[in-house]
Every structure is written in structure tokens, then in C-alpha cells.
């Protein structure tokens, strides 16, 4: 089977149809996901006081195992939502759900109580990622997305400024209650603003006619199955054991059935198009995560910088993104997507390298650190937006959700299961005693997965820059 129709971008709503105020959309869109990112940033902050209070540290891991296994499932769920009803329900449904899941986390007494809440919160944030995917494409014209995406990668990337010192204060002088209570605000604002256009989007879908030729939605079946086929990847991530060897046995199992079915046709020969851009997001995703999670260990373990400069260290990457995203929107950078994907991983697989080096060799300065994490950043702000911003333009109207589904999967997968390749590098090699050896191998191995992703981008094909035809 052929990859269907991916030679005709999405139109977007006419100016006299568009909704009530594309600002306003904007800043709704944007508001939301500041909660999102604010809500996961400050949430593992707080965690590990949450769980000692509430008696669950022995089950510590569940609470972002369920959030990533809601996230996973809603993601397909809601690409079959808005293909269907278009992405406006969908988007106040998964705020709704959202904030019912702050609600349950932040009134909990129990360590039950509290992963149910997270569980929710990963159904909402599913949802919610899918629907402003498509409510981008269907809002704003091909020219307008490149600075949507700019404007939404700043959203994500801001909190990571503020996210763990207002959790930490608000832990140490409420309560860690009050980091889940405190989202709940935002959301209702970005709530409100998007409102408005929603109802409005919400009765020019039902007055467009069904597309008969659409793809299948996506199995929920198979949503099912991933999701908890990465759970039990990620917690073999975490072990030594014949435990964890039966657990990533058999997630791997589930990934070869279920996998295939929410991804394009032609997923499984790695066709040119869509398939070859997911798989690259998951590779991007999953080397930048897997790689972000040690880079401050390794300099309190092996340098003993302290945490704020540690901290620091991801900020200059944070920079790096904005700067990476700002960079893709520019009408005067008439580079092919394609290519931009391409140079944003291999950024990233430079940067990571050049982290590497620092963790091997204990004799250059630790800010080198700083100055590779700013080319990993530059790497992802490249290819994350270029990624997205491929998916619409290879996808029909019809399928943009199920499409935007399986790139947020890719992604949500990507990450899971690379953070448990190097968990699992690092609890075998940590006890050696040998931290060079441990954090360097983390990283080089996280770059190599970046390379592959530079190699993955080749097959995409010639994807056009919005500017160029414009």
C-alpha cells in the first residue's frame, strides 16, 4: 500500500470563516501549554516530597509510569476525535480532564490517590497536545505555523526557567499540594480565551462535509497496548533483574503488534514521507530526554557543582531551543523542512557528543557543558518545529489528527524508552565507581541516537519551506 495523499497540504479556514481571533487563539494556545510544561517540570520537582507524605516512595515510579501511560492512550483517542468532530471539543474536553486530574493529585492523602490523579493529568495532556496540533493546522495559513510553532516551543520552554524554583517554594512554604493547585488557574484562563474561537470552530465543522477517502482512525486497541507496552519497558529501565528482562521481553512484544497500527501506511518499510518523519521525532525526543535527565547529575556527582549552576546548564539549552524555533520561522531561511531536520539532529548529536567529551575527560572546564547543551537545544528547536511543521504539510486534511497522533506518540515514546536505555546504562556501569566512564557512555550513546536520526531524515524526501512557495 502506497503512502496515501501527501502531496496536498491541509487548506487552511478562509479569512471571512477563519475563527473570531487568531491572537486570541494564539495566546489561549500558548497559555495551555505553559500549564502543561509548568504542571510536569514542577511536578517532578515536587514528586519526591509528595510521595514521602503521602507513604508511597516504594512506588515512586508509578507516579510518571500512569501519567506517560494516560498520555499515550488519549494521544490516540484524541487523533480519532479530531478527524472526526474536528479539534475544538477534543481541546476543552482534555482541559476539563486536565484540571480534573490537578484536582485528584493535589487533594490527595494517599499514595493511590495521587498516581490516580497522575494517570488523569496524562489522559488530558494527551488530548490537549494532539488537538492544538490540529487546531494550528486548520486556524493559520502554511505561512503562519512556522512562528505558531515559535511561539509554542517558547511556551514549553519558559517554564523550565521558573518551574522547579516556584515548586520548590511553594513545597517548602505551603505545601506540595499547592504545586498541583497552582496549574489549575492557568488553565482556566487558557480556558477562557480559547473558548470564544472553539464554539466557533465547533459550528463551521459541522457545516463541512465528511471526507469518505480518510485513513481508518487509528485502533484503540493498539493505543492500549503501547501505552502500557512502554510502562513496562520504562520499569525495566529501572531494574537489574529477571524481572525487568520479562517486563522489556514483553514490551517489546507489544510494541511489534500494536506499533504499525498507529502509524502511516507503509510505517514498517520506512516509505518516504510520513513515515520516516516520526520515526526521526522519536529518535530526536528520545536522545535529548535520555541525555537531559544525567547532565546535572553528572556535574553535582562527578564535578560537585552546585545544583543552581547545575540547573543552569539546561537553561543555556532552553535558550538554545528558543533560538532553534526562532531560527525555522525566519521567511528569509528558504531551507527545505527536510534538511532542517536533518541539520537540527545532527546539532543535536554535536551537542551531546561535546557533552560526552566533558564527562571523559574530567580536565576541561564544566561550563563546555553549558556551551554543547546550547547546540543540543539549537538542534531541537530546528527539528521539533520542522518535524511538526512536515507532518501538516504531508497530510490531508482528513487525517491530520491521526497524523498528528502518531507523532506525538513517536515522540512520547521516543523518550520513554530511551530515559530507560540510559537508566539502564548508568545503573550498570555507576557502581564501577568509574563516573567518567558512566556519564560519558550515557551521552555518547544518547549522540549516536541522535546520528540516527540525521540518517533517518534522509528517507523523509524533499519537503517544501512555506516560505518558498509564498
Given at each position: 500500500?502506497?503512502?496515501?495523499?501527501?502531496?496536498?497540504?491541509?487548506?487552511?479556514?478562509?479569512?471571512?470563516?477563519?475563527?473570531?481571533?487568531?491572537?486570541?487563539?494564539?495566546?489561549?494556545?500558548?497559555?495551555?501549554?505553559?500549564?502543561?510544561?509548568?504542571?510536569?517540570?514542577?511536578?517532578?520537582?515536587?514528586?519526591?516530597?509528595?510521595?514521602?507524605?503521602?507513604?508511597?516512595?516504594?512506588?515512586?515510579?508509578?507516579?510518571?509510569?500512569?501519567?506517560?501511560?494516560?498520555?499515550?492512550?488519549?494521544?490516540?483517542?484524541?487523533?480519532?476525535?479530531?478527524?472526526?468532530?474536528?479539534?475544538?471539543?477534543?481541546?476543552?474536553?482534555?482541559?476539563?480532564?486536565?484540571?480534573?486530574?490537578?484536582?485528584?493529585?493535589?487533594?490527595?492523602?494517599?499514595?493511590?490517590?495521587?498516581?490516580?490523579?497522575?494517570?488523569?493529568?496524562?489522559?488530558?495532556?494527551?488530548?490537549?497536545?494532539?488537538?492544538?496540533?490540529?487546531?494550528?493546522?486548520?486556524?493559520?495559513?502554511?505561512?503562519?505555523?512556522?512562528?505558531?510553532?515559535?511561539?509554542?516551543?517558547?511556551?514549553?520552554?519558559?517554564?523550565?526557567?521558573?518551574?522547579?524554583?516556584?515548586?520548590?517554594?511553594?513545597?517548602?512554604?505551603?505545601?506540595?499540594?499547592?504545586?498541583?493547585?497552582?496549574?489549575?488557574?492557568?488553565?482556566?484562563?487558557g480556558a477562557l480565551l480559547v473558548l470564544p474561537?472553539?464554539?466557533?470552530?465547533?459550528?463551521?465543522?459541522?457545516?463541512?462535509?465528511?471526507?469518505?477517502?480518510?485513513?481508518?482512525?487509528?485502533?484503540?486497541?493498539?493505543?492500549?497496548?503501547?501505552?502500557?507496552?512502554?510502562?513496562?519497558?520504562?520499569?525495566?529501565?529501572?531494574?537489574?533483574?529477571?524481572?525487568?528482562?520479562?517486563?522489556?521481553?514483553?514490551?517489546?512484544?507489544?510494541?511489534?503488534?500494536?506499533?504499525?497500527?498507529?502509524?502511516?501506511?507503509?510505517?514498517?518499510?520506512?516509505?518516504?514521507?510520513?513515515?520516516?518523519?516520526?520515526?526521526?521525532?522519536?529518535?530526536?525526543?528520545?536522545?535529548?530526554?535520555?541525555?537531559?535527565?544525567?547532565?546535572?547529575?553528572?556535574?553535582?556527582?562527578?564535578?560537585?557543582?552546585?545544583?543552581?549552576?547545575?540547573?543552569?546548564v539546561l537553561t543555556a539549552g532552553a535558550l538554545?531551543?528558543?533560538?532553534?524555533?526562532?531560527?525555522?520561522?525566519?521567511?528569509?531561511?528558504?531551507?527545505?523542512?527536510?534538511?532542517?531536520?536533518?541539520?537540527?539532529?545532527?546539532?543535536?548529536?554535536?551537542?551531546?557528543?561535546?557533552?560526552?567529551?566533558?564527562?571523559?575527560?574530567?580536565?576541561?572546564?564544566?561550563?563546555?557543558?553549558?556551551?554543547?547543551?546550547?547546540?543540543?537545544?539549537?538542534?531541537?528547536?530546528?527539528?521539533?518545529?520542522?518535524?511538526?511543521?512536515?507532518?501538516?504539510?504531508?497530510?490531508?486534511?482528513?487525517?491530520?489528527?491521526?497524523?498528528?497522533?502518531?507523532?506525538?506518540?513517536?515522540?512520547?515514546?521516543?523518550?520513554?524508552?530511551?530515559?530507560?536505555?540510559?537508566?539502564?546504562?548508568?545503573?550498570?556501569?555507576?557502581?564501577?565507581?568509574?563516573?567518567?566512564?558512566?556519564?560519558?557512555?550515557?551521552?555518547?550513546?544518547?549522540?549516536?541516537?541522535?546520528?540516527?536520526?540525521?540518517?533517518?531524515?534522509?528517507?523523509?524526501?524533499?519537503?517544501?519551506?512555506?516560505?518558498?512557495?509564498?
Open positions: 500500500m502506497s503512502e496515501p495523499r501527501t502531496s496536498s497540504p491541509p487548506a487552511p479556514l478562509a479569512p471571512a470563516d477563519r475563527p473570531v481571533s487568531q491572537r486570541r487563539l494564539a495566546i489561549g494556545l500558548c497559555v495551555n501549554v505553559v500549564a502543561i510544561a509548568f504542571e510536569t517540570i514542577a511536578v517532578a520537582t515536587a514528586m519526591p516530597v509528595a510521595v514521602r507524605a503521602v507513604g508511597g516512595l516504594n512506588s515512586y515510579a508509578w507516579a510518571f509510569s500512569l501519567f506517560a501511560i494516560g498520555m499515550l492512550f488519549a494521544t490516540v483517542v484524541a487523533g480519532r476525535l479530531c478527524d472526526r468532530i474536528g479539534p475544538a471539543r477534543p481541546l476543552l474536553i482534555g482541559l476539563g480532564v486536565f484540571a480534573v486530574g490537578l484536582v485528584i493529585s493535589g487533594t490527595a492523602e494517599t499514595m493511590l490517590q495521587l498516581v490516580g490523579g497522575r494517570f488523569v493529568q496524562g489522559l488530558g495532556s494527551g488530548v490537549l497536545n494532539t488537538a492544538v496540533f490540529v487546531c494550528v493546522a486548520q486556524a493559520f495559513s502554511p505561512t503562519q505555523r512556522p512562528r505558531m510553532f515559535t511561539y509554542l516551543s517558547t511556551a514549553w520552554v519558559v517554564p523550565s526557567f521558573v518551574g522547579p524554583p516556584v515548586s520548590a517554594w511553594l513545597t517548602e512554604h505551603l505545601s506540595w499540594h499547592w504545586v498541583f493547585f497552582a496549574v489549575i488557574p492557568l488553565t482556566v484562563f474561537t472553539m464554539l466557533r470552530m465547533i459550528r463551521q465543522h459541522e457545516q463541512v462535509d465528511p471526507q469518505p477517502d480518510a485513513l481508518k482512525p487509528a485502533s484503540l486497541w493498539a493505543g492500549a497496548l503501547v501505552a502500557l507496552a512502554a510502562a513496562a519497558l520504562q520499569l525495566a529501565g529501572q531494574r537489574l533483574d529477571l524481572e525487568a528482562l520479562a517486563l522489556a521481553v514483553g514490551g517489546v512484544a507489544a510494541l511489534a503488534v500494536g506499533l504499525p497500527a498507529l502509524m502511516p501506511p507503509g510505517f514498517v518499510r520506512f516509505r518516504r514521507g510520513l513515515s520516516p518523519v516520526i520515526v526521526t521525532r522519536g529518535l530526536l525526543a528520545g536522545a535529548f530526554v535520555g541525555s537531559e535527565a544525567f547532565v546535572p547529575l553528572m556535574l553535582v556527582e562527578q564535578r560537585h557543582v552546585p545544583l543552581v549552576l547545575a540547573g543552569a538554545g531551543w528558543t533560538s532553534g524555533s526562532w531560527l525555522q520561522s525566519r521567511p528569509w531561511l528558504r531551507i527545505r523542512r527536510d534538511r532542517l531536520i536533518t541539520f537540527g539532529c545532527l546539532s543535536l548529536a554535536l551537542g551531546l557528543g561535546g557533552a560526552a567529551v566533558v564527562g571523559f575527560v574530567p580536565a576541561i572546564p564544566y561550563p563546555f557543558v553549558a556551551v554543547s547543551w546550547v547546540f543540543a537545544g539549537l538542534g531541537m528547536g530546528l527539528a521539533t518545529s520542522s518535524t511538526a511543521l512536515s507532518v501538516m504539510t504531508l497530510s490531508v486534511a482528513a487525517e491530520q489528527g491521526r497524523n498528528a497522533a502518531s507523532l506525538n506518540l513517536s515522540d512520547s515514546l521516543g523518550s520513554g524508552l530511551f530515559l530507560g536505555a540510559t537508566g539502564t546504562i548508568f545503573a550498570a556501569l555507576h557502581p564501577t565507581g568509574d563516573l567518567g566512564l558512566t556519564f560519558g557512555t550515557v551521552l555518547v550513546a544518547m549522540s549516536v541516537v541522535a546520528a540516527l536520526g540525521a540518517v533517518a531524515s534522509l528517507r523523509i524526501g524533499a519537503v517544501r519551506n512555506e516560505f518558498a512557495v509564498h
